[in-house]
Antibody, heavy 117, light 106 residues
Framework: QIQLVQSGPELKKPGESVKISCKASGYTFTDYAMNWVKQAPGNGLKWMGWINTQTGKPTYADDFKQRFVFSLETSASTAYLQINNLNIEDTATYFC??????????WGQGVMVTVSS | DIQMTQSPPVLSASVGDRVTLSCKASQNINKNLDWYQQKHGEAPKLLIYYTNNLQTGIPSRFSGSGSGTDYTLTISSLQPEDVATYYCYQYNSGYTFGAGTKLELK
């Protein structure tokens, strides 16, 4: 069955970096783009952008162009989200989600990133 | 950017009720709208795509409708397992989620 399995929770200090993973299984990884969605505590969903799993080209939403990096390890069917120079406002759950046409049909379980001094 | 406004923010209803959730776009989104359900502590789940298409495995009590700027998610007979926050999402121009409607049991 199709699964997106994300890495575990992270506790970081301001200024540090974090890299979280999203391992896909049950389908051909390069057939579908991968998106990232942020959910701050008690808040709604915010689309961060997507990465073309065939070319590796990332596209970032306006609020996520500066410190955020999407990458792939295609041989391992894994997508990554790296956040540099973390600040308190980055405290959130980050979801990877598969893009089927324009719909997010499968989601990872989410990774809670906590930024605290 | 297209803004998506969901109403009401919180809805209390009883088991068996017919429930209607609304989503209004700041401009015409040409039916390019999905609905997602998020239960507490879980990832969102796709319910409805392209306004009125039921995702595989979703109960038929869920339905979607709308056009232009106004869209609706209807639950024909509310069940206890439907307690969740529901988000609309547009992909007509950019990609935007609404703020959600939290559905509670009365």
């Amino acid at each position: 069955q199709i699964q997106l399995v994300q890495s575990g929770p992270e506790l970081k200090k301001p200024g540090e970096s974090v890299k979280i993973s999203c391992k896909a299984s049950g389908y051909t990884f390069t057939d579908y783009a991968m998106n990232w969605v942020k959910q701050a505590p008690g808040n709604g969903l915010k689309w961060m952008g997507w990465i073309n799993t065939q070319t590796g080209k990332p596209t970032y939403a306006d609020d996520f162009k500066q410190r955020f990096v999407f990458s792939l390890e295609t041989s391992a069917s894994t997508a990554y989200l790296q956040i540099n120079n973390l600040n308190i406002e980055d405290t959130a759950t980050y979801f990877c989600t598969r893009w089927a046409a324009a719909d997010f049909d499968y989601w990872g379980q989410g990774v809670m990133v906590t930024v605290s001094s | 950017d297209i803004q998506m406004t969901q109403s009401p923010p919180v809805l209390s209803a009883s088991v068996g009720d017919r429930v209607t959730l609304s989503c209004k776009a700041s401009q015409n989104i040409n039916k390019n709208l999905d609905w997602y359900q998020q239960k507490h502590g879980e990832a969102p789940k796709l319910l409805i795509y392209y306004t009125n298409n039921l995702q595989t495995g979703i109960p038929s009590r869920f339905s979607g409708s709308g056009s232009g700027t106004d869209y609706t998610l209807t639950i024909s007979s509310l069940q206890p397992e439907d307690v969740a926050t529901y988000y609309c999402y547009q992909y007509n121009s950019g990609y935007t989620f609404g703020a959600g409607t939290k559905l509670e049991l009365k």
